[in-house]
């Protein structure tokens, strides 16, 4: 697919993922499927405390996410996370896209636009979805790696809120090497999201879509 010809400006149109190209959460049915029930309701409560702070708004989402991620990845080989996201392909991820979502990803692309998926959820399954779907980049929380084994941390902060906007920047500035709307540059003229998570990233865009309806801030 040509990016980057000379003279001409390129249309970026970024997805998130949960809600948006999916019809609801994939995180934590991933963690019930890898972990095995009994594994996954003994991390859902060592993190109680977090989670209800955080659903009662007296933390942010990435603290409990955080704690919730040591829970469940810490000490996970690279291995038996490509093990878990083969399992969660093959059995949980089907049926679970949205038509109208896709049918908007085809048209973009089909148009020669650059496709972009922007997503909270961890890079240890949502890389092969993103080849998976065709897209030409990914932006999301990336899990951090020693030794073969994941630690439990982030390497990247939770791509989440304002931070969606930053990586959508930080990642045009690197690909194309200039300013957003410069000529021979890149523009996000497309968002689509379904929470307010998004938002910041609709607000970014030309022509936000907030759950598959015409967006203004």
Request: hydrophobic content about 45%; charged content about 25%; proline content about 5%.
């Amino acid at each position: 697919m040509p990016l980057n010809k000379p003279g001409k400006l390129i249309v970026i149109a970024a997805f998130d993922f949960d809600g948006t190209l999916t019809k609801s959460d994939t995180f934590m049915p991933f963690l019930a499927l890898g972990l095995g029930w009994p594994r996954f309701l003994l991390a859902l409560t060592l993190c109680s405390p977090w989670l209800a702070a955080f659903a009662l708004r007296l933390i942010p989402n990435h603290v409990a996410k955080r704690r919730l991620m040591r829970a469940s990845f810490k000490g996970k080989t690279v291995a038996e996370m490509d093990d878990w996201t083969n399992r969660w392909l093959a059995q949980d991820f089907p049926g679970q896209l949205q038509d109208w979502s896709m049918a908007r990803l085809a048209e973009h692309k089909q148009a020669g636009h650059c496709c972009v998926m922007v997503s909270a959820s961890p890079d240890v399954y949502l890389k092969r979805v993103a080849q998976q779907l065709g897209f030409d980049a990914l932006l999301c929380t990336e899990m951090a790696v020693m030794d073969g084994r994941l630690t439990g941390d982030m390497q990247t902060p939770n791509c989440h809120g304002e931070q969606k906007v930053l990586r959508l920047k930080a990642w045009m500035a690197e690909r194309f090497g200039a300013d957003s709307g410069a000529e021979d540059g890149a523009e996000l003229v497309y968002a689509y999201g379904d929470t307010s998570g998004d938002k910041p990233m609709l607000r970014m865009a030309k022509n936000g879509f907030y759950r598959s309806k015409p967006w203004k801030a």
